[in-house]
């Protein structure tokens, strides 16, 4: 089956960096865009960042914008999400999704246009 694990949630201080780490098991699935949501409590599942299979096109979100670099790296099948400069607003459960359906620049921030998702890793940005 398609499995997504992310990795690297914790807990750490305002203005303090963090980079989270997703593995997809499915090699078949190699190809694909793939992208960042995060879930705070009470809310919904926001789009964070995107990136295309080459990983030359990023999209992110206005409010990670300048703090936030989504990356990969095919040859190790890994996705990052490097966070800079945290801010409590930022807790939530993030989620790698792999993308699956949609074209265009707006398709990227569709929680529609993933169809697998990992279980999540949790963010906390707390002092």
């Given at each position: 089956?398609?499995?997504?694990?992310e990795?690297?949630?914790?807990?750490?201080?305002?203005?303090?960096?963090?980079?989270?780490?997703?593995t997809?098991s499915?090699?078949?699935?190699?190809?694909?865009?793939?992208?960042w949501?995060?879930q705070?409590?009470?809310k919904?599942?926001d789009?964070?960042?995107?990136?295309?299979?080459?990983?030359?096109?990023?999209?992110?979100?206005?409010s990670?914008?300048g703090?936030f670099?989504?990356?990969?790296?095919?040859?190790?099948?890994?996705?990052?999400?490097?966070?800079n400069?945290?801010?409590?607003?930022?807790t939530?459960?993030?989620?790698?999704?792999?993308?699956?359906?949609?074209r265009?620049?707006d398709?990227?921030?569709?929680?529609?246009?993933y169809?697998?998702?990992g279980?999540?890793?949790q963010?906390?940005v707390?002092?």
């Open positions: 089956q398609v499995q997504l694990v990795s690297g949630g914790a807990l750490v201080q305002p203005g303090g960096s963090l980079t989270l780490s997703c997809m499915e090699r078949a699935f190699r190809g694909h865009d793939m992208g949501f995060r705070a409590p009470d919904d599942r789009f964070v960042a995107a990136i295309s299979w080459i990983g030359n096109t990023r999209y992110y979100a206005d990670v914008k703090r670099t989504i990356s990969r790296d095919n040859a190790k099948n890994l996705l990052y999400l490097q966070m400069s945290l801010r409590p607003e930022d939530a459960t993030y989620y790698c999704a792999l993308k699956t359906a949609g265009g620049r398709s990227y921030s569709s929680r529609d246009n169809a697998y998702w279980r999540g890793t963010v906390t707390s002092s």
